[in-house]
């Protein structure tokens, strides 16, 4: 197979204009394991800085215009003023994430906790999510749960899910009309031997309970070693139930590297099922977000480079030949159909992207150009004392 020069025609034109990646506050912040967490110069002192820093990455690469903010890492007394900054950077508030996982109160349970007070308290928070849903003009609301147990008989798997679906559906009931609300899981920690919402199955079960406007979010980095995300992907765009990705590499466990680094060619196959379900489309209702930590590498860079692989998955996965590709799988041709896909994944995008960018008045190479930009040494400079991903102001 003789490789081809991928040209900018007028679809991929109109697919990668339309594409947008939502940006996790946090990324901004110091981060690191349990070991130690290495503080960067510049880092945001708070929400309004780490917004700062995320709108400079949609700057360079024209991909990243939402940030989603953690309640309450990114408390502020006035949201609506936080989200006036927001316009000011060119970018507005995306996805509203409650935090269920740092109060002493949630040791045994959230959502689930057999207490009716803790889990009213944990209602509460979510209808304080919601507040800052209307203060921002966010549509969306993220739950992800952290809950479980550790040991085998120490509390009823079924009856904390009977008290999830109660607690569940109370926080649906004060969504608005045009509010979305989407459920994370993630096989396990910090819980080790049952999760609350450990799989795909589970989480949509309880979407499927609560209505029309809650969906599943897949994190990328939130399944078993060789599990097949992309079997996922398609299986909840069929029921048109995938509410948002959070993507981020793995290598173990809940890494949170790059997106594309570790696996750029998985990232491409989930891509390759978002394309041929039509879910690229602005109004397919997904949502495509990154969660990721930057413990040693510096952070705007890294975020510009997660989502430059997103943007490179996507452009190769809309170079894949459907007609090629559905005749030789009509034919029964394996060694034909998996060529198709693997020229594809082949190709190499970058110079058709850059085009892109040039074309949208923006520089060839995001990575130099924010690099030449200076930013990164006038926040070094201005910035003293600034936090860990996590904690708010
Ligand atoms: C949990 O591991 C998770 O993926 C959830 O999305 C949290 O909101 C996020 O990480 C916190 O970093
Ligand atoms: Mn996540
Ligand atoms: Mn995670």
């Given at each position: 197979?003789?490789?081809?020069?991928?040209?900018?025609?007028?679809?991929?034109?109109?697919?990668?204009?339309?594409?947008?990646?939502?940006?996790?506050?946090?990324?901004?912040?110091?981060?690191?394991?349990?070991?130690?967490?290495?503080?960067?110069?510049?880092?945001?002192?708070?929400?309004?800085?780490?917004?700062?820093?995320?709108?400079?990455?949609?700057?360079?690469?024209?991909?990243?215009?939402?940030?989603?903010?953690?309640?309450?890492?990114?408390?502020?007394?006035?949201?609506?003023?936080?989200?006036?900054?927001?316009?000011?950077?060119?970018?507005?508030?995306?996805?509203?994430?409650?935090?269920?996982?740092?109060?002493?109160?949630?040791?045994?349970?959230?959502?689930?906790?057999?207490?009716?007070?803790?889990?009213?308290?944990?209602?509460?928070?979510?209808?304080?999510?919601?507040?800052?849903?209307?203060?921002?003009?966010?549509?969306?609301?993220?739950?992800?749960?952290?809950?479980?147990?550790?040991?085998?008989?120490?509390?009823?798997?079924?009856?904390?899910?009977?008290?999830?679906?109660?607690?569940?559906?109370?926080?649906?009931?004060?969504?608005?009309?045009?509010?979305?609300?989407?459920?994370?899981?993630?096989?396990?920690?910090?819980?080790?031997?049952?999760?609350?919402?450990?799989?795909?199955?589970?989480?949509?079960?309880?979407?499927?309970?609560?209505?029309?406007?809650?969906?599943?979010?897949?994190?990328?980095?939130?399944?078993?070693?060789?599990?097949?995300?992309?079997?996922?992907?398609?299986?909840?765009?069929?029921?048109?139930?995938?509410?948002?990705?959070?993507?981020?590499?793995?290598?173990?466990?809940?890494?949170?590297?790059?997106?594309?680094?570790?696996?750029?060619?998985?990232?491409?196959?989930?891509?390759?099922?978002?394309?041929?379900?039509?879910?690229?489309?602005?109004?397919?209702?997904?949502?495509?977000m990154l969660d990721q930590c930057h413990n040693i590498e510096e952070k705007i860079p890294g975020q510009i480079r997660s989502v430059m692989?997103?943007?490179?998955?996507?452009?190769?996965?809309?170079?894949?030949?459907?007609?090629?590709?559905?005749?030789?799988?009509?034919?029964?041709?394996?060694?034909?159909?998996?060529?198709?896909?693997?020229?594809?994944?082949?190709?190499?995008?970058?110079?058709?992207?850059?085009?892109?960018?040039?074309?949208?008045?923006?520089?060839?190479?995001?990575?130099?150009?924010?690099?030449?930009?200076?930013?990164?040494?006038?926040?070094?400079?201005?910035?003293?004392?600034?936090?860990?991903?996590?904690?708010?102001?």
């Amino acid at each position: 197979m003789t490789a081809t020069t991928p040209v900018l025609d007028a679809r991929l034109r109109k697919a990668l204009g339309e594409q947008t990646i939502e940006l996790p506050s946090w990324a901004f912040g110091n981060s690191g394991t349990r070991f130690k967490v290495f503080g960067t110069p510049g880092t945001p002192r708070d929400p309004y800085e780490k917004i700062a820093d995320a709108a400079q990455v949609h700057r360079y690469t024209g991909l990243a215009p939402r940030v989603s903010l953690h309640v309450p890492w990114d408390l502020v007394d006035d949201f609506s003023d936080l989200a006036r900054h927001a316009k000011e950077h060119g970018v507005t508030i995306g996805m509203i994430n409650s935090n269920l996982f740092q109060d002493d109160d949630y040791k045994l349970g959230s959502l689930t906790h057999s207490d009716p007070a803790v889990r009213r308290k944990a209602v509460a928070h979510h209808v304080q999510c919601i507040d800052v849903m209307r203060a921002t003009g966010s549509k969306e609301l993220k739950v992800w749960l952290p809950d479980g147990t550790n040991y085998p008989g120490q509390d009823s798997i079924r009856a904390r899910q009977d008290r999830l679906a109660e607690s569940l559906a109370e926080i649906y009931a004060e969504l608005d009309d045009d509010h979305r609300m989407v459920l994370e899981y993630k096989f396990f920690e910090p819980a080790f031997y049952h999760t609350d919402v450990p799989d795909w199955g589970t989480s949509l079960l309880h979407c499927l309970a609560l209505g029309e406007k809650a969906n599943v979010v897949l994190d990328t980095g939130h399944h078993a070693p060789g599990t097949n995300i992309e079997f996922i992907v398609a299986q909840l765009l069929r029921q048109g139930r995938l509410g948002a990705f959070d993507f981020n590499s793995r290598f173990y466990a809940d890494d949170d590297l790059m997106a594309g680094a570790a696996d750029p060619f998985q990232l491409f196959r989930i891509m390759h099922e978002i394309v041929q379900a039509d879910a690229l489309r602005p109004e397919s209702g997904v949502n495509f977000m990154l969660d990721q930590c930057h413990n040693i590498e510096e952070k705007i860079p890294g975020q510009i480079r997660s989502v430059m692989n997103v943007q490179e998955a996507t452009a190769k996965a809309l170079l894949v030949d459907a007609e090629a590709l559905d005749a030789a799988q009509r034919a029964g041709d394996v060694l034909g159909a998996n060529g198709v896909l693997m020229d594809a994944y082949n190709t190499d995008v970058r110079g058709l992207l850059a085009d892109l960018r040039v074309e949208q008045g923006r520089d060839a190479d995001p990575m130099k150009a924010f690099a030449a930009s200076g930013y990164a040494e006038r926040i070094a400079a201005e910035r003293v004392g600034g936090q860990q991903a996590g904690w708010g102001a």
